[in-house]
């Protein structure tokens, strides 16, 4: 059963510092790795989909990573802003089936 | 259409009553699931579709609930006799063939269910 794994579960960083945040899964047979923020009360918006056969996605700010072997992701948000405030979560589709399973989230705090 | 649409955005029912929640997909997208996200809680997966049909429906709580999707777009999840622990946020998502496929997951904005 595919587990996902995320940390720090918070972390808060004075504007414009770069961070990381951290997911890890245990079954590295994936097709993708998806990257979402979710702000409170809302749904989810898609930032980066990593394809299995890829290293890396850049969108803006920010840099997503992929090590299937080791079973690790990585999303780097570059000179944060206030607004990057959310909470971050991954997901990875369960092996044999459509069902994404997610990550436990990092609520990522930016302080003016 | 451009993204996922969900109505009502908000529903408060009384205990008891039933509800339908409406999911309209992106154009095109074949896939289509149903999650819900408890206060404080993580996503739960409830149904996936692939057209019309659910190959997927191990994530339905009870009997209570049901989903249908007609036309191969628009979805409709049904919870009858609604509970207290029904209350939620429900979020509708479609992929262009399905996340096994390698396509990614578009979120709607989640209808908000309160049932006092």
């Known amino acids: 059963k595919q587990e996902v794994t995320q940390i720090p579960a918070a972390l808060s960083v004075p504007e414009g510092e770069n961070l990381v945040l951290n997911c890890s899964f245990t079954?590295?047979?994936?097709?993708?790795l998806q990257w979402f923020r979710q702000d409170p009360g809302k749904g989810l918006t898609s930032l980066l989909l990593i394809q299995s056969s890829q290293r890396e996605q850049t969108s803006g700010r920010l840099n997503a990573s992929l090590d299937k072997s080791s079973g690790r992701s990585t999303l780097y948000i570059a000179a944060s802003q206030p607004g990057d405030s959310a909470t971050y979560l991954c997901?990875?589709?369960?092996?044999?089936?459509?069902?994404?399973?997610f990550g436990t989230g990092t609520r990522l705090t930016i302080i003016p | 259409g451009a993204g996922v649409s969900q109505s009502p955005s908000n529903k408060v029912t009384e205990k008891g009553k039933d509800v339908e929640l409406r999911c309209d997909p992106i154009?095109?997208?074949?896939?289509l699931y149903w999650y819900r996200q408890s206060l404080g809680q993580g996503l739960e997966f409830l149904i996936y579709f692939q057209g019309n049909s659910a190959p997927d429906k191990s994530g339905l709580p009870s009997d209570r609930f049901s989903a249908e999707r007609t036309g191969g777009s628009v979805s409709t999840l049904t919870i009858q006799r609604t509970q207290q622990e029904d209350s939620a946020v429900y979020l509708c998502?479609?992929?262009?063939w399905g996340s096994g496929l390698g396509y990614g997951y578009t979120f709607g904005s989640g209808t908000r269910l309160t049932v006092v």
């Open positions: 079954d590295s047979a994936i097709y993708n």
């Open positions: 154009s095109g997208h074949t896939a």
């Open positions: 998502a479609s992929s262009l």
């Open positions: 997901a990875v589709p369960a092996t044999g089936n459509e069902k994404l399973t």
